[in-house]
């Protein structure tokens, strides 16, 4: 993929995509990573992208990083059709009274892909729902494509994503 990662300092800015970084590219900055995606690499008619498809995308991935070590995302398995080929090996399936769960554990190689993929191809958008678990408790949940999300006060970095993203969230 034509995507870097680096660490990057701490900054003042809000954590957002930009849609048209300075050579091109799309890019997204937190306080943890900065990912900066070759505009090659988009498709070729990019939709134009809302404030608030950029505030679900930035918290997706700023989300992905900060959930603690051993956390586990939950997607429901009415999602795409096509995640299993997706994200192969990283996903387990947990079956249970008659019901499936996929499971992917938050490495920091699915950590990654997972935001590589939510920032060239919104992969955040094709989980009907999905809730990042860790030490026995429901950190973040997101219903229905990220229409209604919640965010528990025990979330790592917490105020700072109240904060930042007060405008999409339910706390």
Avoid: C
């Amino acid at each position: 993929m034509g995507a870097k990662v680096a660490e990057s300092q701490e900054t003042a800015a809000h954590p957002l995509i930009q849609p048209n970084g300075p050579n091109g590219e799309r890019s997204f900055t937190s306080n943890r990573l900065a990912f900066v995606f070759d505009s090659s690499m988009l498709p070729d008619s990019p939709t134009e992208q809302t404030e608030e498809e950029r505030l679900h995308q930035a918290l997706f991935v700023d989300l992905l990083h900060l959930a603690p070590e051993g956390a586990e995302l939950f997607i429901t398995n009415d999602s795409w059709d096509e995640l299993p080929a997706l994200l192969g090996t990283r996903m387990r399936v947990v079956r249970e009274n008659n019901y499936e769960d996929w499971i992917v554990a938050l490495t920091p190689e699915s950590r990654t892909f997972l935001g590589q993929e939510a920032l060239h191809n919104d992969l955040h958008l094709t989980f009907v729902h999905f809730v990042i678990h860790a030490n026995q408790r429901d950190l973040f949940t997101s219903y229905d494509r990220m229409v209604s999300i919640q965010l528990d006060p025990h979330f790592p970095d917490y105020e700072r994503l109240v904060e930042d993203y007060a405008s999409i969230l339910m706390v």
